[in-house]
């Protein structure tokens, strides 16, 4: 069944919303009093659909329909999560939910961006509190994964479940916050660091540019795959985290911060930080700053996918939840034709210096083709635990036509030879109907405990006669079993 999120407030974080629900293949109805509501949340679109698909190894939904409505009430119509995002304005806020209240569906869960604001705040004086949570999300909404959901009492358990399970089905994670707090969890550790810049900027100890120098060639990459205690843990060492409390306690008691001593916000100060920031990074605009903080992002996200660590575990049960029937099984498919072996869009991380894919993922989107097909075969996870699997002997590759980040993709595999432990594949990839690359790959079945080639289990001969037998009639494809050839 189709699912609808209402969006109220389509700014940097209502856009960030809208485009999440939309590429998970949710329908979305956004009402922003703003004229220009349509083009901005376009523009986050356009950036969602650069980096968002290509986080996932596996095809995400066909993404929802986006529509505008001029009514409050009509844009909540059929919604069953609403996601208000409107400025942080506590009266703007209340009078935004009875508006919302009067129309929604008393089941939908109504969720509140705000940063600071306490769920009991916002549920006092509504028609209904215990609809109203906080899911607080982090810029830019549409790649990274956390969400604060704030509940109170007021809101069933039920309620908090299914919280979490929408939540995670759109590839979010949701921390849950136990007891209600200004500002929450995360951005009070944020207001605790922004306290000290502005004064290590005010004292003169460092500008704006050496501050961010500090903190991304250090502690921030360490921050973003483990955290604050895990990794304190590592640096007690063998003798642990109890060592590491006694070793930096003492720490404690010295002027080290000055955190409930704000400095004043004067003309001076601001201008100071404005131009020091504007000589940092004025080069750039903002659109170009966005794009390079979602490069960045989406390889980091994706290295920690590798590891399935942090962020990465994330996506890869995001993948996981998506994986089932987003490709064809041997019985699944239609064995007269090409089998489709990789469905997917190409990532940020994918593309180089001439804008598009890069030579070398060729070879890596032919090989994921190469081991989907083993596992339609037969030759999957317990198949080579038990000691049998496929080495690739050779391979050939032709570049037809250019292929760029975010485009979606598809490998559609025609088997060649199968016979005994010999395996003979043809991979064509596409976008759409353009054929923009061949993938010819030439594997020998082998024994992992000798590392020498021997026949596969009767049960893989079986499955690659099947294939051989149903794609009898395609064609030999154009371009198999050819070589660079020396110029005339
Ligand atoms: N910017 C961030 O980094 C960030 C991060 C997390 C949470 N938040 C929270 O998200 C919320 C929105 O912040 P933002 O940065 O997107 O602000 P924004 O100013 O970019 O967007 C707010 C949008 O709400 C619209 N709006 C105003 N009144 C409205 C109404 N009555 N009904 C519907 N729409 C209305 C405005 O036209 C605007 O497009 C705030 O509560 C903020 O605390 C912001």
């Given at each position: 069944m189709?699912?609808?999120?209402?969006?109220?407030?389509?700014?940097?974080?209502?856009?960030?919303?809208?485009a999440r629900?939309?590429?998970?293949g949710w329908?979305v109805r956004?009402?922003?009093?703003?004229?220009?509501?349509?083009?901005?949340i376009?523009?986050?679109l356009?950036n969602a659909?650069?980096?968002l698909p290509?986080?996932?190894?596996?095809?995400?939904?066909?993404?929802g329909?986006l529509?505008f409505?001029?009514?409050?009430a009509?844009?909540?119509?059929?919604?069953?999560w609403?996601q208000?995002?409107?400025?942080?304005?506590l009266?703007?806020?209340?009078?935004?939910?009875?508006?919302?209240?009067a129309?929604c569906?008393?089941q939908?869960?109504?969720g509140?961006s705000?940063?600071?604001?306490?769920p009991?705040?916002l549920?006092?004086?509504?028609l209904?509190?215990?609809?109203?949570?906080?899911?607080?999300?982090?810029?830019?909404?549409?790649l990274l994964?956390?969400?604060?959901?704030?509940?109170t009492?007021?809101?069933p358990?039920e309620?908090?479940e299914?919280?979490?399970?929408?939540l995670?089905?759109?590839?979010?994670f949701p921390?849950?916050v136990r007891?209600?707090i200004?500002?929450?969890?995360?951005?009070r550790?944020?207001?605790a660091v922004?306290?000290?810049?502005l004064?290590l900027?005010?004292?003169g100890i460092?500008?704006?540019e050496?501050i961010d120098?500090?903190?991304?060639?250090?502690?921030?990459?360490r921050?973003?795959?483990?955290?604050?205690?895990?990794?304190y843990?590592v640096a007690g060492?063998?003798?642990g985290?109890?060592?590491?409390?006694a070793?930096?306690g003492?720490?404690?008691?010295?002027?080290?911060?000055?955190?409930m001593d704000?400095p004043?916000?004067?003309?001076?100060?601001?201008?100071m930080?404005a131009d020091?920031?504007?000589?940092q990074?004025?080069?750039?605009?903002i659109?170009?700053?966005?794009r390079i903080?979602d490069?960045n992002l989406?390889?980091?996200?994706?290295?920690?996918?590798?590891?399935?660590y942090?962020?990465?575990?994330?996506?890869?049960?995001?993948?996981?939840?998506?994986k089932p029937g987003?490709?064809?099984?041997?019985?699944?498919a239609?064995?007269c034709?090409p089998i489709?072996?990789?469905?997917?869009?190409?990532?940020?991380?994918w593309?180089?210096?001439n804008?598009?894919?890069?030579?070398?993922?060729?070879?890596?989107?032919?090989a994921s083709?190469?081991?989907r097909f083993m596992?339609?075969?037969g030759?999957?996870?317990?198949y080579i635990?038990?000691?049998?699997?496929y080495?690739?002997?050779?391979t050939?590759?032709?570049?037809l036509?250019?292929?760029?980040a975010?485009?979606?993709?598809e490998?559609?595999?025609?088997l060649l030879?199968g016979q005994?432990?010999?395996?003979?594949?043809?991979?064509?990839m596409?976008?759409?109907?353009?054929l923009l690359?061949?993938?010819?790959?030439?594997?020998?079945?082998?024994?992992?405990e000798t590392?020498?080639p021997c026949?596969?289990?009767?049960?893989i001969?079986?499955?690659?006669?099947?294939i051989?037998?149903?794609?009898?009639g395609?064609?030999?494809?154009?371009g198999a079993?050819s070589a660079?050839?020396k110029?005339?």
């Amino acid at each position: 069944m189709m699912k609808t999120a209402a969006i109220i407030g389509g700014g940097v974080i209502g856009g960030g919303w809208a485009a999440r629900f939309l590429l998970n293949g949710w329908d979305v109805r956004v009402f922003d009093p703003d004229p220009e509501a349509q083009r901005k949340i376009g523009e986050v679109l356009d950036n969602a659909r650069r980096s968002l698909p290509g986080l996932s190894d596996v095809p995400l939904p066909p993404e929802g329909a986006l529509t505008f409505h001029d009514d409050m009430a009509d844009a909540v119509q059929g919604a069953i999560w609403i996601q208000e995002s409107v400025p942080e304005r506590l009266d703007l806020k209340l009078k935004v939910y009875k508006g919302l209240q009067a129309a929604c569906d008393p089941q939908a869960i109504i969720g509140s961006s705000t940063s600071g604001f306490k769920p009991s705040e916002l549920q006092d004086g509504a028609l209904c509190p215990e609809q109203i949570v906080v899911t607080h999300p982090f810029n830019p909404v549409y790649l990274l994964p956390l969400i604060e959901l704030v509940p109170t009492e007021a809101n069933p358990p039920e309620l908090v479940e299914r919280a979490k399970e929408m939540l995670s089905s759109v590839g979010f994670f949701p921390l849950h916050v136990r007891k209600e707090i200004d500002a929450h969890i995360a951005d009070r550790f944020l207001e605790a660091v922004w306290r000290e810049a502005l004064w290590l900027v005010k004292d003169g100890i460092a500008t704006t540019e050496e501050i961010d120098e500090a903190i991304r060639m250090g502690f921030g990459i360490r921050w973003a795959q483990m955290g604050l205690f895990e990794t304190y843990r590592v640096a007690g060492g063998e003798a642990g985290m109890q060592h590491f409390m006694a070793q930096f306690g003492p720490a404690l008691q010295w002027p080290w911060t000055k955190l409930m001593d704000v400095p004043e916000f004067t003309d001076e100060l601001v201008a100071m930080i404005a131009d020091q920031s504007d000589a940092q990074s004025g080069m750039h605009s903002i659109r170009e700053l966005e794009r390079i903080r979602d490069n960045n992002l989406v390889g980091m996200m994706r290295a920690l996918k590798a590891q399935d660590y942090g962020a990465g575990a994330v996506l890869n049960r995001h993948d996981a939840r998506l994986k089932p029937g987003a490709l064809p099984t041997l019985d699944g498919a239609d064995l007269c034709q090409p089998i489709l072996t990789l469905s997917r869009a190409v990532p940020l991380d994918w593309t180089d210096y001439n804008g598009h894919m890069t030579e070398s993922r060729y070879l890596d989107a032919f090989a994921s083709s190469t081991d989907r097909f083993m596992e339609i075969i037969g030759c999957d996870a317990d198949y080579i635990a038990s000691g049998g699997s496929y080495f690739t002997a050779e391979t050939h590759i032709r570049h037809l036509d250019e292929t760029h980040a975010g485009s979606k993709i598809e490998v559609q595999t025609q088997l060649l030879l199968g016979q005994g432990k010999k395996l003979h594949l043809f991979h064509s990839m596409y976008e759409g109907d353009k054929l923009l690359a061949t993938g010819e790959s030439f594997l020998l079945h082998v024994s992992l405990e000798t590392r020498r080639p021997c026949a596969p289990s009767a049960q893989i001969e079986a499955a690659m006669a099947r294939i051989a037998q149903g794609q009898a009639g395609l064609p030999y494809p154009e371009g198999a079993g050819s070589a660079i050839r020396k110029p005339a």
